[in-house]
């Protein structure tokens, strides 16, 4: 299997590492990941509609030069934490499963859940806040606030962009924070990244949660990785296109 991997911001430095989580899965050897990154056009850290709305633009002008019939692709995975107009965009253009981190994440954390038990989003500044939580409900197809496994969205006030400029101190202080608050709002047994360049910060979540829960609680907590998610969602799609189609 072939997945493409659009990054679509302009940050290589963030596809970097969302290409080592995307290769980090338990069905990665069956599964060729090969990234696209946005050219400079394309804002290098997505933190409002605007920058969503651009980085649709950048992308659907760049991705023609990708040979899909010659390349072989059999997903595509957009790997910005959004409700990104780019998954239905790439969706009615191609003939293939496409997903976003963001949709792959929520149906990733419904699927670890116990009964009684509640996921939530630790993310970047305040826009999201609206933003995701509106999406969740969205997705779902309820009305908002009437889904009681989501617990919501605690943001840190960081950018995407930051987790690769910002000192390690002021991240982890930030997230940290941003984990605690969500963890005290219900019962919280899986955190989601709601954002790409998240990747590899799960230890600070997990801290975060230990100091609120406790070691063994703590333990337990599932931490979500969107892209890792994305990956392994389509991999299920492309063998559920197969098999039932």
């Given at each position: ?11 290589t430095a963030m596809t970097n590492g969302m ?30 509609m605007e920058d969503i ?193």
């Amino acid at each position: 299997m072939r997945i493409l991997v659009i990054n679509p911001n302009s940050s290589t430095a963030m596809t970097n590492g969302m290409l080592l989580a995307a290769k980090s899965t338990p069905i990665s050897n069956s599964v060729e990941v090969v990234p696209m990154t946005a050219s400079s056009n394309a804002p290098a850290s997505i933190d409002d509609m605007e920058d969503i709305e651009i980085s649709t633009k950048v992308i659907l002008t760049e991705l023609p030069a990708i040979d899909f019939s010659r390349d072989g692709f059999d997903a595509i995975l957009v790997a910005c934490f959004s409700v990104h107009s780019l998954v239905p965009e790439l969706s009615a253009r191609f003939d293939v499963p496409v997903t976003g981190i963001f949709e792959a994440s929520i149906l990733t954390a419904l699927s670890l859940l116990k009964p009684g038990e509640q996921w939530g989003i630790v993310t970047t500044g305040s826009f999201w806040d609206k933003h995701l939580s509106d999406g969740v409900y969205d997705f779902l197809g309820v009305d908002a606030g009437r889904n009681t496994k989501f617990a919501g969205v605690a943001t840190s006030g960081l950018t995407a962009g930051d987790f690769h400029s910002v000192s390690p101190e002021d991240v982890k202080a930030k997230l940290s924070l941003a984990t605690k608050d969500l963890l005290k709002s219900g019962h919280v047994a899986c955190v989601v990244l709601g954002c790409g360049g998240m990747a590899g910060l799960e230890g600070v979540i997990r801290s975060a949660a230990t100091e609120v829960y406790g070691r063994k609680r703590a333990d337990d907590l599932y931490i979500v990785d969107g892209v890792k998610a994305g990956i392994m969602q389509l991999h299920q799609s492309i063998n559920g296109t197969r098999t039932f189609k």
